[in-house]
């Protein structure tokens, strides 16, 4: 399911606990997912997201991200194309900055797996 960015803005202010575990476990979500099936869902009340909606769930919360989620972003911009992404990620270290940032890391495994 899709969110759109004035339904996300509706939950501006501090993140909520269930937000920042749905957006935990899309995180952890992603290391397994293969871009031939779509995209897994997390559960977020009595809805499900794909990774990618989870990402616009995040927008307007600028609450300092959890170390374990900032470490498993890191990990999966390792590569020299996410150099800005990791710059940024960095500087901000807030939830909307790393909903931003596994949105690309999400488009970028759909675009590469659909090159070939």
């Not at 935990?24 to 290391?31: G, T």
């Not at 959890?66 to 992404?85: A, G, K, Q, V």
């Not at 909307?96 to 970028?108: K, S």
């Amino acid at each position: 399911m899709r969110l759109t960015k004035s339904k996300a803005r509706a939950f501006a202010g501090s993140i909520p606990d269930h937000l920042r575990e749905a957006f935990r476990h899309a995180v952890w979500s992603y290391a397994g997912w293969n871009p031939a099936q779509p995209e897994p869902e997390v559960q977020v009340g009595d809805k499900r997201y794909a990774l990618s909606a989870i990402c616009g769930l995040m927008d307007g919360f600028n609450d300092r991200l959890s170390e374990d989620i900032f470490d498993r972003l890191m990990s999966y911009l390792r590569e020299i194309r996410y150099t800005l992404l990791r710059q940024k990620l960095v500087a901000e270290h807030s939830y909307a900055a790393a909903g931003r940032c596994f949105l690309r890391l999400i488009e970028d495994r759909k675009r590469h797996f659909l090159v070939p």
